[in-house]
């Protein structure tokens, strides 16, 4: 991860609705991430969802979040369950299949 390595890392889980899988919502996330030096994953669920998890400093956590709340072009995101939770150290960031 990028910054500071003092600032406190923070870990946020969201599932995000709406149209979400077959519009490159993970690879775009992924990307997105990568570019904000954020570790994690990303992964389309059973129901429609899409699930990501960030590890990362506040600032580039709540980027990707943003990110999410939009997502890429073709997507259309109706809403974001978003969960706070004890970070562990993730390294990297991985489209999970």
Known sequence: MNGDPNE???RRRLIVHGRVQGVW???ATERQARALGVAG???NRPDG???AVF???ADAVGRATAY???GPP???VERVESFDETPEGLRGFDVRY
Request: aromatic share 10%; charged share 30%; with cysteine.
């Open 55 to 57: 590890e990362g400093p």
């Open 8 to 10: 406190p890392v923070l």
């Open 68 to 70: 999410c709340r939009q």
């Open 25 to 27: 919502f993970r690879g």
């Open 74 to 76: 073709g997507a259309r």
């Open 49 to 51: 969802t899409v699930e």
């Open 41 to 43: 994953w990303v992964r």
